[in-house]
């Protein structure tokens, strides 16, 4: 393993005190401290620990980025925000079976919707073996019948998959953006493969990136409707065909599943934020690399610069 720069290190334990003190209350007197460093084959990680909030941190063109936050002692706490946002595909697909999420991370959200909708069989991918291993090691995450994880790409487990879903969640980010080949009409295409009737795509979005604008029209180029969700900096991109839910539908259906299964963030509150996304003139995202090529293309884009 590479060491880390001191500085680096120090700019990491930074971002964690700054991301608890944002989302969580903790003791005045607790002490940011790095727990484990490792340089796997994508990332340069960081677990950083302060009083009971455990956080994943990424180094990426020296510059670091908080990916996970998450409660030790209350496993069904959501520090980010947006994570929370995340599981209002639920209310689009209220009879959903099974799940995917593209992009693990510390595997929180997976892990809430596991403890909160327990029949719903959910497959989490997760490019990055190493983190992988560190969820399960310092987030709480439990395999179990009803969640699995598969170390993969994303794009290359919907490729060989013959799985359907009735929700896709996609939170896969490097640094600041999202790969682009996550990105592209082709890749939503594939993604469209794998929903069944009536399925949902949820993806998070930062808005700030230069290829947000591109994002929303890419989407929309192949999905009949797309919403957004604001959520504190981030932006949750909701996707589907078929008629648009109205406002009605959506407060009825998310109170039902409030009313049956309880969740920590009501999802009857969560969809009254439903907005539409702002015109734009946005490009759309096309792959840059030849179909016979793809999965070689994907592993050449995945590999960490030096």
Do not use: C
Not at 212 to 241: C, R
């Amino acid at each position: 393993m590479r060491k880390g720069l001191p500085g680096f290190r120090m700019l990491a334990a930074a971002a964690m005190a700054a991301a608890v003190v944002a989302m969580a209350p903790v003791s005045a007197r607790a002490e940011t401290r790095l727990v484990e460093e490792k340089e796997s084959q994508y990332n340069h990680i960081f677990i950083y620990k302060r009083d009971h909030y455990v956080s994943l941190i990424f180094g990426h063109n020296r510059r670091l980025y908080t990916e996970s936050l998450a409660n030790t002692k209350d496993p069904l706490e959501l520090p980010v925000e947006y994570t929370r946002y995340m599981t209002v595909a639920m209310a689009y697909a209220p009879a959903a079976r099974r799940l995917l999420e593209i992009g693990l991370g510390g595997g929180t959200t997976v892990s809430y919707l596991n403890r909160t909708f327990p029949a719903l069989r959910i497959d989490a991918v997760e490019l990055d073996p190493v983190v992988a291993t560190f969820a399960r090691k310092y987030f709480y995450l439990k395999e179990n019948a009803n969640l699995k994880v598969t170390v993969r790409d994303g794009r290359v487990f919907l490729v060989r998959s013959q799985e359907t879903y009735d929700v896709i969640m996609i939170d896969a980010y490097r640094g600041p953006f999202v790969p682009f080949h996550l990105l592209t009409r082709e890749f939503y295409q594939l993604v469209k493969k794998h929903l069944a009737k009536g399925g949902v795509v949820a993806q998070n979005i930062e808005p700030s990136t230069m290829l947000y604008e591109a994002a929303v029209a890419t989407i929309a180029a192949e999905f009949d409707n797309v919403e957004i969700y604001p959520a504190s900096g981030n932006f949750v991109l909701i996707a589907y065909n078929g008629p648009r839910r109205t406002d009605e539908d959506l407060r009825a259906v998310a109170g039902q599943l409030d009313a049956e299964y309880k969740p920590r963030y009501p999802l009857s509150k969560i969809v009254t934020e439903r907005r539409k996304p702002a015109k734009t003139d946005g490009q759309k995202l096309t792959d840059d690399f030849a179909p016979v090529q793809m999965l070689k293309s994907i592993e050449r884009h995945n590999k960490k610069r030096p």
